[in-house]
């Protein structure tokens, strides 16, 4: 068998385990939570910019700093971020579940192996998605026309964490199965389910944070 240059300091076992025929679909598993959010803060961009039209066109002769880009910089980073911590704090802290472990449950070293190298492309997704956000912050250094709210920027990174949780909550702990919030326990989709309902709170605290009003010119 040919590998890719996976793991190539593991035993053989390990990279049989790694790429076997659930390489693929569990990459495209981790891939379509990411997809979904890209599309997400494109739509929730779009919306806010029209609104931000509207509001410029009733005042007409004072113009306001638009909260769209801060806001949008401030929902990617937040997304990046809250995949970092989900990683850090759920999967190697507290070890409550790893990132195939619904499917793989980490009881031997090989399918433990296999859970952390999927941990590891998951973290690397979640670097990809900060490093954007980090970008998309540093360009709006020169900017004179935006709203600088420590609200919007607040508020933006706690709703880009909320939309990442709900959003992986719903695709890898209900419809993939991919692994649960906590796979110890005698009621997983109990856990499951607050996880989400502990995201919608953050979300919707995030909003209410960038619906402050803007400041005018």
Known sequence: MIFLP???????????????????????????AFIVLALIVALLSAIASKRHRQRLSGVAGRPLFSPVPLSNAAMVLGIGIGGFIDGIVLHQVLQWH?????????????????????????????????MVGIVLLWKLLWRTDIDRSGNLLAGGMLTGWGIFNIVEGIIDHHVLKLHNVREITDQPE??????????????????ALMRKKHKKV
């Open 98 to 130: 790893e990132m195939v472990s619904n499917r793989l449950p980490p009881t031997t070293l090989v399918a433990k192996s296999v859970n952390m190298f999927w941990d590891g492309i998951f973290h690397a997704f979640s670097l990809l998605v900060t």
């Open 190 to 207: 109990a856990w499951n389910y607050g996880f989400l309902g502990i995201s919608l709170l953050m979300l919707i605290a995030g909003a």
């Open 6 to 32: 996976l793991c190539i300091t593991c035993n053989r076992e390990i990279r049989e385990a790694i790429w076997n025929d659930r390489f693929f679909p569990n990459l495209a598993a981790m891939l379509s």
